[in-house]
Every structure is written in structure tokens, then in C-alpha cells.
């Protein structure tokens, strides 16, 4: 994708009013999130790019978004010194920590996981997507907020390992 086609395609994105856009093909992949007023581009390209410069657009990255504390209360620090495992985020989406809104949680501080156990959802373009944990342990602190957006490999809980 040329410089110039990128900057038509952030600005049919501007005025559209989309917040998101990904868009995949053999050649390259590229996603485009609006916060606030400015987009950020981020794009991955498989194949080896041409020896002849190219002119690129660069869009700063704003300011990384504080965490709200999750609505549990905090927790006392770990009493034992083990190194706490976490459960990431394999996409990009919106986290949500029960299967409905009127549902119990998945899971909660100090409950104990299994490998393979549901853990939350998150939905990425209309489609609810069970995660589950891929580690053995007690939950110690959940790190996102119900119904906020995640980044890919964003730590989603602490877990700390059963002996």
C-alpha cells in the first residue's frame, strides 16, 4: 500500500466516523483505531518491503490510558514470593467478565483455574470469543474493567501458581 493511499485511507476513516477499520490481504495486514481526534495507524507486513524508500506516515501513539481499578476491592500483596503468572488477551476487542449482565463473574479474586477453564469473553467484531486460562493457580487481581477495550497480549488477571 502506497503513502498516498494510506492517507486517503485514514481520511475516508475521519470522516466516516468509524472508530475501527483492519484490513487483511496476502500482501499486508493493517488496523486503524480512532481515540479522540487522532487515529493510530499500526500495520505488520509479512513480505520483505521493496530497497526503495518509501515514504511513510507516522501517527504518534497517545498517551497510554490509565486502568480503572477493577470494581472488586484491592488486594493485599501475595503473601508468598512466587513470580505471579498472567492470563493475556489473544485479540483485540471489548473484555467483558460474565457471559451476560446479569450473570456472576467467570471467575474472581481468589478463585482457583484450571488450564482450559473460561475466564472471560471478549467480543471483537460482533462475535463473543470464550477465553481461557492457559495457566493453573488462584486469581489474585483482575487487571482490565468489565465492558473496557483491550489490546492484543494486554494481561487480562494475575495468577498466582498453586505450589
Not at 485511507?9 to 493493517?30: C, H, R
Not at 521493496?50 to 480503572?68: D, G, K, M, R, S
Not at 460482533?126 to 493457580?137: A, D, H, P, T
Request: negative net charge.
Amino acid at each position: 500500500m502506497k503513502a498516498k493511499e494510506l492517507r486517503d485511507l485514514i481520511d475516508f476513516i475521519a470522516q466516516s466516523g468509524l472508530a475501527e477499520v483492519n484490513i487483511e490481504t496476502e500482501e499486508f495486514k493493517i488496523s486503524v483505531k480512532r481515540h479522540s481526534e487522532a487515529p493510530v495507524v499500526q500495520s505488520s507486513v509479512p513480505v520483505p518491503l521493496p530497497p526503495a524508500p518509501q515514504p511513510q506516515v507516522a501517527v504518534p501513539n497517545p498517551a497510554p490510558q490509565t486502568q480503572a481499578p477493577a470494581t472488586e476491592a484491592p488486594t493485599a500483596e501475595p503473601k508468598s514470593n512466587k513470580k505471579l503468572l498472567e492470563i493475556k488477551s489473544p485479540m483485540i476487542g471489548t473484555f467483558y467478565r460474565a457471559p451476560n449482565p446479569d450473570a456472576e463473574p467467570f471467575v474472581k479474586v481468589g478463585d482457583i483455574v484450571k488450564k482450559g477453564q473460561v475466564v472471560c469473553i471478549i467480543e471483537a467484531m460482533k462475535l463473543f470469543n470464550e477465553i481461557e486460562s492457559e495457566v493453573e493457580g488462584r486469581i489474585v487481581e483482575v487487571l482490565v474493567e468489565n465492558a473496557s477495550p483491550v489490546e492484543y497480549d494486554q494481561p487480562l488477571f494475575l495468577v498466582e501458581p498453586l505450589s
